[in-house]
């Protein structure tokens, strides 16, 4: 009975230490089990909290002085042009337009997660696509209404910076429709993050594919480097 009494008065007093450490902004960390009670988590998880503090084992915490308020993605696609050299082929013998939409679909379950984690931050997605069939941009559409993160669809239109691109590059070659297009999408996605966002900004082309916690560790990691070196950061 006395050893019960003495297991409980330990619980208690651990329970009031915790409670104290958390009050105070401290982690804890039980070594036996490697636990953070002052969190409920396991040290395999993400210690860190958004806009507070960042948490890496070993290296410690830092305080978050550049918290971000919003993320906007600006998804370049074009699913009738397999590669931009087009002698060159893709490692699966699929259509573009497949490649497309896994990295869409990949794209908004990464952005679902981030939002999910970080439910203060504003998200959308903005696409600006370039020729893709109509099929193709109703598919896309259906991805996107899938999900209630905010998005937009923009039709690139190369005309509007056909005259700002030379037609020769460094290498005394022409440069082809294919190219042109790409620069001008990328003109494109550069004048939409300067007109549109607020905050960060993920530039990203339609052939990569996202783990779903992609999205939610980038926030956190601008977050910890741009507070450690106290500046915006371009990766």
Request: charge should be positive; hydrophobic fraction near 35%.
């Amino acid at each position: 009975m006395k050893k019960l009494n003495n297991i409980t008065k330990a619980s208690f007093f651990k329970k009031i230490f915790i409670k104290i450490c958390r009050t105070f902004g401290y982690e804890i960390i039980d070594q036996s089990s490697f636990f953070v009670p002052t969190q409920n988590k396991s040290l395999n998880e993400n210690l860190s909290i958004q806009g507070k503090k960042s948490i890496n084992l070993p290296l410690g915490e830092i305080k978050i002085s550049r918290k971000v308020n919003s993320l906007t993605v600006i998804f370049r696609s074009c699913t009738n042009v397999n590669m931009l050299t087009q002698n060159k082929t893709r490692l699966f013998d699929e259509n573009k337009s497949e490649y497309t939409f896994r990295s869409l679909n990949s794209i908004i379950i990464s952005l679902n997660h981030a939002k999910k984690c970080s439910p203060k931050i504003h998200f959308d997605i903005v696409i600006i696509d370039h020729n893709s069939k109509k099929e193709d941009l109703e598919q896309i559409k259906k991805q996107l209404n899938k999900t209630n993160i905010k998005s937009s669809i923009i039709s690139l239109n190369v005309n509007e910076f056909i005259d700002n691109i030379k037609k020769i590059n460094a290498k005394n070659e022409n440069v082809t429709k294919n190219q042109m297009s790409n620069m001008s999408n990328i003109h494109k996605s550069l004048l939409t993050a300067k007109s549109q966002c607020d905050d960060l900004v993920y530039f990203v082309e339609d052939d990569y594919l996202h783990m779903k916690e992609a999205l939610n560790e980038m926030i956190l990691s601008y977050e910890r480097i741009s507070s450690q070196i106290n500046s915006e950061l371009i990766l």
